[in-house]
C-alpha cells in the first residue's frame, strides 16, 4: 500500500494541471555567504561569567535581528535524534489510509494533515503531510510492539529542557517574570509536529510549506540534511542551511507579543525537495489556552490578549483569507 498522498490529483483536481504563474509571493532567494547566528548553549553552564553573559547577549541580539538561530552543544544525544527520525519515518511510512484512518484521541481529529484541502491559490498549497501530537494525547497513545510513544516522551523531554533554558533568558531581558514559564512548561499545550515534504512536479511555485509565522513562544526544529526552509529578513528569501548537531530556533507570534515587538517572529517557508523526501520534526511552546499575553512595560504595543482569542481570530482569517493575519489585529 502506497504510503504517499495522492497530492498531484488532489492538487490538479482543485487547480488543473497547467496554472497561470503567481507573483504573489518573491521567489528570491539568497543562500549563499549568509549565517545564522550559532549560539554555543555550553557556554551558558561551563563557562564563566563573562562567557555566559556575551552567550546570552548574542542569543537576545538574534532574537531581535533575525527571530532565527541555530544552537549547538545542547546537549542532547544523538542517539535521542537518531531513534526520533527511526519513529517519524516509521510513522509516514505507514500507508495513507491508515494514516487517515486513524485517530489517536478524541481531541486530535485534525492531527493528520497533507495538502491543503482549503486553499485557493497554488500558492496556498503545501506539499506535505504532518502529524500533530499534543504532549497531552502522547500519554493516550498505546505502545503496543513499537517505541512510538516512549520515544516520543523522550525527545519532547529532552527538547523541553532546552527550549525552557532559552524562554527563560529571553524573557528575563523582556521583564518577563522567571517563573512565568515554569507554569508553561507543564507542557500540555504545547505541541509537537512531525513534517514531510515530498517532491513536487508543479515546479517552484508550489511549496512544500507555505510562508507563515508560528503562533508559539518559541519552536525547536530538528531538521535531516537535505535543507528547504527559508526565512525572510529584509525582504529576501533567506536558506537555513541544515548543520548537523544543530537544533534551529525561532521566536513566534507569542513572544513577539510579550516582548512588545522587541523579538521577531519571522515569516518561514519551505521549498519542497527535488528528488528526494525530507522530514522535520518541529516542538511548538505554547501558553495554556487561558494564559493572557501581555507585555509587563510600558507604553505597550498590543492590547492584552488570551492565546485561545488569538487562535480563534487567526482561525477565521484563515479561513477567510487564505492567511493568518497575526499580530497586527492586536496594535494598540
Ligand atoms: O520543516 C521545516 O523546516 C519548518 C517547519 C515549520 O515551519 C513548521 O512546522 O511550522
Ligand atoms: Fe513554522
Same mark, same amino acid.
Given at each position: ?39 554555543? =548553549? ?24 533575525? !527571530? ?22 516509521? @510513522? ?53 510492539? &513499537? &517505541? @512510538? ?21 529571553? !524573557? ?18 504545547s505541541f509537537l509536529r512531525l513534517n514531510k515534504y515530498h517532491p513536487c512536479v ?5 511549496? !512544500? ?17 537535505? !535543507?528547504?526552509?527559508? =526565512?525572510?529578513? &529584509? ?14 530556533? &525561532? ?55 488570551? @492565546? ?21 489585529? @492586536?496594535?494598540?
Amino acid at each position: 500500500m502506497a504510503s504517499r498522498p495522492p497530492f498531484e490529483t488532489h492538487f490538479s483536481s482543485i487547480f488543473g494541471s497547467s496554472f497561470p504563474r503567481s507573483t504573489s509571493d518573491e521567489p528570491t532567494v539568497q543562500t549563499s555567504g549568509i549565517k545564522l547566528p550559532v549560539i554555543d =548553549l555550553s557556554h551558558l553552564t561551563n563557562g564563566e561569567e563573562v562567557t555566559r553573559k556575551r552567550c546570552v547577549k548574542q542569543m537576545v541580539e538574534a532574537a531581535k535581528e533575525w !527571530g532565527f538561530f541555530q544552537v549547538v552543544n545542547h546537549g542532547i544525544p544523538k542517539e535521542v535524534f537518531e531513534m526520533m527520525f527511526r519513529e517519524d519515518k516509521k @510513522f509516514f511510512d505507514r500507508s495513507f489510509n491508515e494514516k487517515v484512518r486513524e485517530k489517536f484521541s478524541d481531541s486530535s481529529k485534525h492531527c493528520y494533515r497533507w495538502g491543503n484541502p482549503n486553499a485557493t491559490s497554488p500558492t496556498q498549497y503545501s506539499f506535505s503531510e504532518a502529524f500533530h501530537i499534543t504532549l497531552a494525547e502522547i500519554l493516550s497513545f498505546s505502545d503496543e510492539g &513499537n &517505541n @512510538f510513544r516512549r520515544t516520543v516522551a523522550m525527545y519532547v523531554q529532552e527538547v523541553a529542557r532546552v527550549a525552557h533554558m532559552i524562554c527563560e533568558i529571553l !524573557g528575563n531581558q523582556v521583564k518577563v517574570n522567571s517563573k512565568y514559564f515554569e507554569n508553561i512548561f507543564a507542557l500540555q499545550n504545547s505541541f509537537l509536529r512531525l513534517n514531510k515534504y515530498h517532491p513536487c512536479v508543479f515546479g517552484s511555485q508550489v511549496f !512544500g510549506l507555505v510562508p507563515h509565522t508560528d503562533t508559539s513562544f518559541i519552536t525547536i526544529l530538528a531538521q535531516d540534511q537535505i !535543507g528547504g526552509l527559508e =526565512l525572510k529578513k &529584509n525582504g529576501q528569501w533567506i536558506g537555513v542551511k541544515p548543520c548537523s548537531d544543530a537544533l534551529t530556533v &525561532n521566536i513566534g507570534d507569542m513572544f513577539q507579543a510579550l516582548s512588545n515587538g522587541v523579538y521577531q517572529s519571522v515569516r518561514h517557508r519551505v521549498i519542497p525537495p527535488a528528488n528526494v523526501e525530507r522530514l522535520s520534526i518541529a516542538f511548538f511552546i505554547c501558553p495554556y489556552q487561558e494564559t493572557e499575553i501581555e507585555f509587563s512595560g510600558n507604553p505597550k504595543k498590543y492590547r492584552r490578549f488570551s @492565546f485561545r482569542e488569538y487562535k480563534e481570530q487567526s482561525e477565521r482569517d484563515v479561513k477567510e483569507t487564505g492567511d493568518k493575519v497575526g499580530l497586527s489585529r @492586536f496594535l494598540i
